[in-house]
């Protein structure tokens, strides 16, 4: 009697085979259920109603192909397999590491319970769970790779965001900087006139048409103010130009009465010479005066302390300032404003037209950079032509106004 015949029938263990199933399933468990662990630790955001309906379209697409694989033959089935990759594919590219954390769940618990209710074949679990394994990492490194993207280009947006907003702070700066500089001048003038005004009253005996005429100088000073802060607020908030046809001799005519009473009191002569025929210029006048103004007076302030200056003889020297212009080709008209002053500082030619460059003691250093700015926006260029012992000479050029459709 053979009593040992029931336990030689008994199959051996495969210990290799076991510790392999073993080793893929806490691999594939720890991929799948611990990802999704440490997101919920975050408390991430509640999605919207989209992205639901999306995830709920791509969990189902999963359920499918599952359910495809188990009630396919076997010579099929494998064929079908591949077919996982796709909503695996889509959740981790559009929703990144969450969707590919919660496709790999559905995926997962779907080939579970799968094989608990339709397969009970060791072998064919471990060869699905392998599968399942490659899968799960590809669709993780995809959805990393995805969510990685997406806060870099984030981050860029908000730099982007903080350069603009520093951009735009700095461009306020500019404005009240310029704004500050330029009326600061027919402010000056107002309240010369003003006080010439208040003056006249005072004396008990005012002449009613000079008490007239310096009130209406002070309003003219004042509504040019307002002109200067309208003109420079549009061109530096918005960049715009109010460009109109403008003769040149009448701007130059106004920008020298602006500065008249300046160029009386230091006693400085005057030269125009404009081109006769100069066809009008397409410019904004408000700033092609401001930058004659601010030119003008920078040369009578040259006078005036070349005047001051130790050792100087008032009233002597040749001192005299001129304006001249002509026409250039390609439809542009030059300027220049020339003074017989000592010529500029060595310090300052290097930087002159750099903002804030100013040997000035009240000086802020702006005039010539946002001369240079304005000139620019018209499609002109400003430069130094002439600095020596004999005085200086700034010139810049202009476009002239279409005529017939020619330039």
């Known amino acids: 009697m053979d009593a ?21 399933g806490d691999m594939i468990g720890a991929m799948v259920v611990a990802p999704p662990l440490l997101a919920l630790r975050a408390r991430p955001p509640r999605p919207d109603r989209a992205v639901l309906v999306e995830g709920a379209l791509q969990a189902g697409l999963a359920v499918l192909v599952l359910g495809l694989l188990f009630h396919l033959p076997v010579a099929v089935e494998w064929q ?19 969707g590919a954390m919660m496709i790999n769940v559905v995926l997962q618990a779907g080939l579970v319970i799968g094989f608990v209710t339709v397969m009970h074949d060791a072998d064919g679990l471990t060869a699905y ?25 984030d981050g860029l947006r908000r730099r982007q965001d903080q350069l603009e907003s520093c951009a735009r702070l700095s461009l306020a700066g500019e404005m009240a900087a310029a704004l500050a500089h330029e009326i600061n001048q027919p402010l000056s003038a107002a ?30 000073q004042t509504e040019r103010a307002g002109a200067i802060v309208r003109s420079l607020r549009e061109f530096i908030g918005r960049g715009e130009l109010d460009r109109r046809r403008h003769d040149l001799p009448v ?26 025929g100069l066809p009008p210029l397409l410019v904004d006048a408000v700033q092609v005066q401001q930058v004659l103004v601010n030119l003008l007076r920078n040369a009578i302030e040259a006078l005036d302390d070349e005047a001051a200056a130790p050792g100087a003889t008032p009233g002597g020297g040749r001192r005299l300032l001129t304006v001249t212009a002509w026409r250039e080709p390609g439809g542009l008209v030059a300027v220049e404003v020339a003074d017989s002053g000592p010529g ?17 003691a009240a000086g802020m250093g702006l005039g010539l950079a946002i001369c240079r700015t304005i000139i620019e926006a018209h499609g002109g260029r400003l430069w130094l032509a002439g600095d020596s012992p004999r005085g200086c000479a700034f010139r810049f050029t202009l476009p002239l106004a279409e005529q017939g459709g020619g330039g």
Do not use: C, H
């Not at 769970?129 to 280009?153: C, D, K, P, W, Y």
């Open 344 to 360: 500029l500082d060595p310090e300052l030619a290097g930087r002159l037209f750099q903002p804030f460059a100013t040997t000035k």
């Open 80 to 98: 079908v397999i591949d077919l996982l990759v796709l909503p695996a594919i889509w959740a981790a590219a559009r929703f990144g590491v969450g």
């Open 129 to 153: 769970q392998l599968r399942m394994l490659i899968l799960t990492l590809s669709t993780l490194f995809l959805g990393v790779a995805v969510t990685g993207r997406r806060r870099a280009e």
């Open 251 to 276: 701007l130059v005519r106004e920008a020298l009465a602006l500065v008249d009473a300046e160029r009386q009191r230091a006693g400085i002569r005057v030269e125009v010479a404009l081109a006769r």
């Open 191 to 220: 309240l010369t006139y003003a006080r010439t005004a208040g003056r006249l009253l005072d004396s008990g005996a005012a002449d009613p048409a000079r008490l007239r005429a310096a009130l209406a100088g002070a309003a003219s």
């Open 4 to 24: 040992g015949g029931g336990n030689a029938a008994a199959e051996p263990l495969d210990l290799p085979a076991l510790l392999t199933r073993a080793w893929i």
